[in-house]
């Protein structure tokens, strides 16, 4: 018995000692991550390489460990020394230098250490993904069934019909006469008739007015790129990529450098699973790769900008060239909202034309939309309607509107 | 003869209307086809072949030529690979622009929101939407802003060539731009500072 309780005794004991060690080595790696995230990160990943190598047994390559630590605390100075290892990794990473870091202590830096080696690799083809979105189901193809079964249905509720009333006919001892089929019949044809006009009319003029629309034209574009991705789920601004908007007549159309601006670091893709219009699942890693192609650009290695080449991506909104529109008059004067025109393209994968673009669509916003006259300098050249605004003489309520400023004038667009 | 093609007529017209809600792939056509489509070269027409047409436009600034209302250009080039002269160098030069008034420092402050907050966060602390703790898809921890001292030159030419894993931002915002933006995360670093020596004082006395 008293053997048993020494052995307890010693048991407990062992456990609390494993116990505060894991501890303690679990809050170094804590001290480690807080470390790496603050002094490494920027140009270090634990498994992949970045700016600098991956440190993934950072401790195992290096010959000695005293020297690792001279490298971190100084990499210049051991660059000097003529230290083989160090000399071929400078230059193996595009003779790009490593911050000095001098105020790091030895057990800092063990920490680091400990934390590299704490990370788990995580293999990407054993990732769960998002689970996919439930199909929306297309029912068109039942409702088109249905309606065939309904009208089999009823021509044969038809047929039944009229051969009844044949043999009641009989019965009764009418004289039956030969009937009229129904393509020579003048009722039908001059229904039909009818019908037709209309529903051609209908068509040519529809098809007429459309020409030249091309209201939610959604083309292919040479890279899947979800505006819905970047603009919506990483709160990317419009201007980020389309900066010109402020200043010129054009939305321009970023360059692959902007592109390349995040794309250098981030070349994979985890968020939810993308889809094109037509429903087909899309690859997003594999499109930042075409990204690659086109800045000829590996990941790990420094990126030459001039090997790029553009990327001819499909331009969406065209207006004719008898109309005249610029993007800063609205954007910078008139402070309207991107979505305003081209809709909620936060929740767009594929961008399609939101608006119809037509002049009808113009006009009509020119009669409703308030200018946005206050201390707005583009606007302080209207002096009269400033006073009358003061005076009363124009209800400061319902405001300036775009049409009493000109808006609406042919050679406001048209010259 | 007569049914058939009425049939199909009339069943051709059917598959006409019910085809229209599809994914429009094809922007369709357009009328009078000259008032549509510019004789003169727009900004995204193509400019690929002009050469063949005899035409020698080259769409850059004449070298040596200083945009209205732009800044003066920056004297350093960028280092080659391996060398970071330039980089020291750039220390030396100020910012040319003087202190912001508050209207220049709020559109100050909506450049560092378009082009820097993504990144290095609203709050200048190296924790926007981007990287966002690490669960981001940005891999690497931007720099904090607030605790970063840096020459104003220093930052200029960082913005301009790059660093490490940024890119250049010269094609996104002008040489005023950039300086201003260097002007407006000074401001905010002095602002921090002003209001945490204060509270230390503060501190201290208890």
Known sequence: MIHLRHFAGKLILGFILALIFQLGNSAKAQDGKALFTANCASCHKVHERMTGPALEGVEDRWPDKKKLHAWIHNSAAVLASGDAYANNLFNEYGKVAMTPFPSLSDKDIDAILTYIKSVPKVDPSKKDGPTAKAEGGDNTLLFGILTLILAVVAFVLLQVNSNLKKLSDDKAGVPAHEPVPFWRNKAYIAFLTIILFLLGGF??????????????????????????VHAGVNQINCLYCHGSTMEGKQANIPSVNVCMNCHMAINEYKGEKLFTAEGEEVNGTAEIQKLYKYAGFEPGKAWDASKAKPIEWTRIHNLPDHVYFNHSQHVKAGQV????????????????????????????????TKVQFKDNGFYSIYEKYHQDLKNGKLDSTKGITVEMIGGTECQKCHY | MKKVSI???????????????????????????????????ETYSDHSNLEEQGIHYNNRPV??????????????????AGDTANYAASKQIQNPLAALDAKDLKEAERLYLVNCGICHGTKLDGNGPLYKDGTGPYPAAPKNLMTLHMPDGQMFYSVTYGKNMMGSY??????????????????????ANAAAAPAAESTDKK
């Open chain 2, 63 to 80: 070298a040596g030529t200083i945009a209205r209302g732009e800044e003066m250009p920056f004297p350093l080039q960028k280092d080659a």
């Open chain 1, 337 to 368: 909202q991107c979505q305003t025109c081209h809709g909620d393209i936060t929740k767009m994968d594929e961008v399609k034309q939101f608006a119809p673009l037509s002049m009808g669509w113009c006009v009509n916003c020119h009669r409703e």
């Open chain 2, 170 to 191: 010269a094609s996104q915002l002008s040489r005023k731009q950039r300086w201003m933006v260097i002007h407006y995360i000074k401001a905010k670093q002095a602002e």
């Open chain 1, 203 to 228: 068509l040519v003029v529809k098809g007429a007015i459309g020409l030249g629309r091309t209201q939610n034209y959604e083309p292919k574009q040479p890279i899947f790129y979800s505006h819905k």
């Open chain 2, 7 to 41: 049939i199909t007529i009339l069943s051709a017209a059917v598959i006409l209307v019910s085809c229209g809600g599809d994914v429009k792939r094809n922007p369709g056509s357009v009328y009078m086809p000259d008032m549509a489509y510019s004789r003169a070269y």
